[in-house]
C-alpha cells in the first residue's frame, strides 16, 4: 500500500512534463492500460475495449446513475450503495463500508444525487497525488484541517500518515462551535470551501495557517482578498468532485488540470467566450470507472503559458454548473447570462453589498436576496445590472428584491441559481 501512496505522490510532484505531446503520449498508454486492467472487467464497457478511446460514449451524470449496476466492476448494486450512504450522512458515521469499499454521496445539488465507491488501494493513492500536489515543500510536521459539510472517506484516508496530522471538522451546528477546536488544533493548513474561509476571516479567528486550500466551491475575487488580507497567505484552490481530482492551483496560483491523472475534453457552451463544461476520463479508477463523463460545470479556458512552465492546460476559472447561468430573451432567442457577468454588475455599483444570490423563477422574472437589503444596495443593484442588459441586448427582466438569510450550513452556497428553463 505504501509503494501506492509514494508512485503517486511522486507523479503528482513531478516536474518530468516538458510538453503537451509527452502528457498525450501518457494519457493514450493509460487510457490502453485501463482498457485491459479494468473496463474488460465492466459489462457497459466490454463492447468498446476493443476501440479507440473517441468511440466510448459520452455518458453524463443520469446515464451513469441510470448504468451504475453494470459500470461498476465488482457486482455492486446501486440502491444498497445508495443506501449505505445515506445512513452514513444521517448518522454522520463515516465508517460504513460495501464489502469492504467506502461509499460517499457527492454533493451536488439535492435530487441528483451521485454515489462515489472507491477501494482502499484507490484512496490511498488518492491521499498520495493530493499530498504531492498541496503539501509545502518544507520538511516540517503539518497539522491539517478540513472542514467540510460531510466527512468524504476520500479525505480520511490521508488520516493514517507519518509525516502529518489531520483532523475533520463538522460545521454542521454552525461555525461557532468549532472555532475553540480549530484554534487550539492550530492547523499549519486549513481547507475548507470558500465561504466557510470567508466567515472564519469576518469571525478573527486566531490560527495562523502557511497554506489555505479552498475546495468544493467557486472562489469569487471578493472572498478571495478577504480571505488574503485576513491570514495573510494566498489562497489555492483544488477542484475535485465525486468524479475525480480536476486540478490544482501551481506556485503562481494558477489552476492547472492534472493531466497526468485524468483526460479533460470540451464540450463548448460558448466557443468566443472560452466556456465549456469539462468531459473527464479517470485513468486510474477500478472499481468504479469514469470515462468520457459530462459534467455540469461551466469552466473558463485560459490558453495562456503559465510561468511555472507546466505544460498541463489551464482553467481560467470554475465559473459553476450548467444551472448557474440565467437564460434571458433578446427579441429573437435566449441567450447565456454567466454567473460572473451578474457578479460583477452587483457588486461594482455599490461597496455597501456583503453578499447577494440570484435567482431566475420565470422566463423575465428574477428574484434577488441582498444583504443588507436597503435603498443604497437595490439602487447599486439595479444600475449594473440596467447596464449589463443593456450590453447585452436582452429584454431587462423583472426584478424583486428580498433579505438574505443566513448561510444555510447543509447547502452548498450558489450565488447564481436558474430555477426555469425554457423547454
Ligand atoms: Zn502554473
Known amino acids: 500500500m505504501i509503494t501506492d501512496f509514494l508512485s503517486k505522490f511522486f507523479l503528482a510532484r513531478s516536474t518530468r512534463w516538458k510538453s503537451k505531446e509527452q502528457i ?49 466492476t465488482r457486482n455492486l448494486d446501486w440502491k444498497v450503495a445508495t443506501d449505505i450512504a445515506l445512513r452514513s450522512e444521517k448518522s454522520r458515521d463515516f465508517e460504513n463500508y460495501y464489502r469492504g469499499f467506502s461509499v460517499g454521496l457527492s454533493t451536488g445539488t439535492s435530487g441528483n444525487k451521485g454515489i462515489f465507491v472507491l477501494s482502499k488501494r484507490e484512496r490511498i493513492q488518492w ?26 472517506p476520500l479525505y480520511e484516508s490521508i488520516g493514517f ?3 502529518l496530522r489531520f483532523q475533520f471538522f463538522d460545521p454542521i451546528n454552525g461555525i461557532a462551535t468549532i472555532i475553540p477546536d480549530l484554534e487550539s488544533f492550530k492547523p499549519t493548513i486549513l481547507i475548507a470551501p470558500s465561504s466557510i474561509l470567508d466567515l472564519l476571516s469576518q469571525l478573527k479567528i486566531k490560527i495562523y495557517p502557511v497554506k489555505i486550500i479552498s475546495v468544493a466551491e467557486v472562489l469569487n475575487e471578493d472572498q478571495e482578498s478577504r480571505i488574503e488580507n485576513y491570514f495573510e497567505v494566498k489562497v489555492e484552490q483544488i477542484y475535485q468532485c465525486t468524479e475525480g481530482f480536476l486540478a490544482a492551483s ?16 470540451k464540450q463548448w457552451i460558448d466557443k468566443d467566450r472560452k466556456r465549456y463544461s469539462p468531459i473527464i476520463t479517470d485513468l486510474n479508477r ?50 447565456n447570462i454567466f454567473p460572473d457577468f451578474i457578479r460583477i454588475a452587483i457588486i461594482c455599483h455599490c461597496s455597501e453589498i456583503v453578499d447577494y444570490r440570484v435567482e431566475q423563477v420565470q422566463s423575465n422574472h428574477l428574484i434577488i436576496y441582498l444583504s443588507p437589503l436597503n435603498r443604497v444596495t437595490k439602487n447599486g443593484v ?20 428580498r433579505p438574505l438569510e443566513p448561510i444555510e450550513w447543509m447547502a452548498k452556497k450558489r450565488r447564481v441559481l436558474r430555477r426555469w428553463s425554457e423547454d
Open 24 to 72: 498525450c503520449e501518457w494519457q493514450q498508454s493509460s487510457f490502453v492500460r485501463l482498457k485491459k486492467m479494468t473496463l474488460t472487467k465492466s459489462e457497459f464497457y466490454f463492447d468498446y475495449c476493443d476501440k479507440d478511446f473517441s468511440e466510448f460514449p459520452v455518458i453524463d451524470k443520469s446515464i451513469h446513475v441510470a448504468n451504475f449496476n453494470t459500470i461498476n
Open 127 to 152: 491521499a498520495g497525488y493530493v499530498l504531492g500536489k498541496m503539501l509545502p515543500l518544507d520538511f516540517r510536521v503539518h497539522r491539517i484541517a478540513l472542514i467540510l459539510r460531510s466527512n468524504s
Open 161 to 163: 500518515s507519518f509525516f
Open 250 to 265: 501551481c506556485r503562481f496560483g494558477n489552476l492547472h488540470i492534472n493531466e497526468d491523472l485524468v483526460i479533460v475534453e
Open 286 to 335: 477500478t472499481v468504479q470507472p469514469v470515462v468520457r463523463y459530462l459534467l455540469d460545470d461551466v469552466l473558463i479556458h485560459d490558453s495562456k503559458k503559465c510561468p511555472c512552465g507546466s505544460p498541463m492546460s489551464r482553467i481560467g476559472s470554475i465559473e459553476g454548473r450548467c444551472d448557474d447561468i440565467l437564460r434571458l430573451y433578446n427579441g429573437a432567442a435566449y441567450k
Open 382 to 401: 439595479l444600475v449594473g445590472l440596467a447596464e449589463l442588459w443593456s450590453e447585452l441586448s436582452v429584454i431587462p427582466p423583472k426584478v424583486r428584491f
